[in-house]
């Protein structure tokens, strides 16, 4: 992964040094999640329509 990449850690990912919680970069056509214990691991993307679509629906029904 480019390390030139943007990460965006949530601001509710935990106490400490907030390791609890995975991170986003947006990369224009699709965006691409990574654990933040482990960010050197592997990275999974989606394209942005189905990722935007995937956080609507969360913030719309939270406690599915």
């Known amino acids: 992964m480019n390390t030139s ?3 965006k850690k949530s601001s509710h990912s935990g106490g ?3 390791n609890d919680c ?3 970069a947006d ?3 699709h965006i691409a ?3 933040s214990k482990n960010p050197a691991r592997a990275v999974l993307t989606f ?3 189905a ?3 995937f956080i609507e629906d969360l913030k719309e029904h ?3």
């Open 5 to 7: 990449t943007s990460w």
């Open 16 to 18: 400490g040094e907030g």
């Open 22 to 24: 995975v991170e986003v």
């Open 27 to 29: 990369l224009d056509t």
């Open 33 to 35: 999640v990574r654990d």
């Open 47 to 49: 394209p942005s329509p």
């Open 51 to 53: 990722f935007r679509a």
């Open 62 to 64: 939270p406690h599915r």
